[in-house]
């Protein structure tokens, strides 16, 4: 018996379509499946869902149902277990694939794919976070330019003036580090990238550095700012507050059906020629 999680995109509808008709056939060939309280209540399957601190406990494997953003929720549930995550992206789906790979991961005939995951700490507020793409530091919504201060392994390095900075794991490479223009890393690779917002001064470039490097960011001059990880708005900094960030001791466990070329993904993603 294979346990399963199902973690949902609450606002699209075939996602709870899809998540009905999962449940009702791994439970037909024995098999458990759970769900998060939120997302249980969300398809009338009460008895289904557990607290999201229970969710990855005893789990072999977290099935995504819908997009981007609902997979960074998967892998945030689940990565301190060490729990596989299985993405299903539901804009370019057909129910017989999910089936197929459903049946392909109960069969074993699947590999699992690393990813480093960010560890992002607030400093002085007892709050961790983990992200697979990006935490970011940056003007409030009505705010202008801020100044961040930066850190590297406990060493003053130098102050920004920006619209903000992203500090990227290699998954995020091609995340909002990207249209930051900041560079394009394999996302197996471990490392962290800094990349600043719109930088107000000479010095705009990216820096590529070891993963285990710890950066901290503190507010510093007259404004706010804002700290999200992975698009999920955490918390406004006042001007003296930084975070932290580093590898995590935890990483994303993806589960993928044959090899993957990245630069051929990356080829058909830009339309890049051969010659």
Request: glycine share 8%; proline share 5%.
């Amino acid at each position: 018996m294979t346990t399963f999680g199902l973690v949902l995109h609450q606002e699209r509808p075939e996602a709870i379509d899809l998540a009905l008709e999962a449940v009702r056939r791994l439970e037909a060939q024995g098999h458990e499946v759970r769900l998060p309280t939120i997302d249980a209540r969300d398809v009338a399957l009460v008895d289904h869902g557990v607290p999201e601190d229970e969710f990855a406990v005893g789990l072999d494997v977290a099935v995504s149902l819908g997009g981007d953003g609902c997979m960074l929720r998967a892998v945030q549930l689940v990565a301190a277990e060490g729990v596989a995550v299985l993405g299903v992206n539901l804009g370019q789906l057909e129910p017989a694939s999910l089936w197929d790979s459903l049946d392909r991961f109960v069969a074993g005939d699947f590999a699992i794919e690393e990813r480093m995951l960010l560890k992002v700490t607030l400093v002085g507020r007892d709050l961790e976070l983990l992200a697979l793409n990006e935490a970011v530091l940056e003007k409030t919504p009505s705010g202008h330019t801020v100044r961040l201060d930066v850190q590297i392994d406990g060493r003053e390095f130098t102050p920004y003036a920006a619209d903000g900075l992203i500090v990227a794991t290699a998954t995020g490479s091609t995340a909002y580090n990207l249209s930051a223009r900041g560079p394009i890393v394999a996302p197996t690779h471990r490392a962290m990238v800094l990349t600043p917002v719109s930088a107000h001064m000479l010095f705009d470039r990216s820096l590529v550095l070891e993963p285990d490097t710890v950066l901290r960011l503190t507010v510093s001059g007259h404004r706010s700012a804002a700290l999200a990880v992975d698009g999920r708005m955490i918390a406004e900094l006042e001007p003296g507050d930084a975070i932290e960030c580093t590898a995590s001791p935890h990483r994303a466990r993806l589960v993928v059906f044959g090899p993957r070329d990245f630069h051929r993904i990356l080829k058909a993603k830009f339309r890049l020629s051969d010659r």
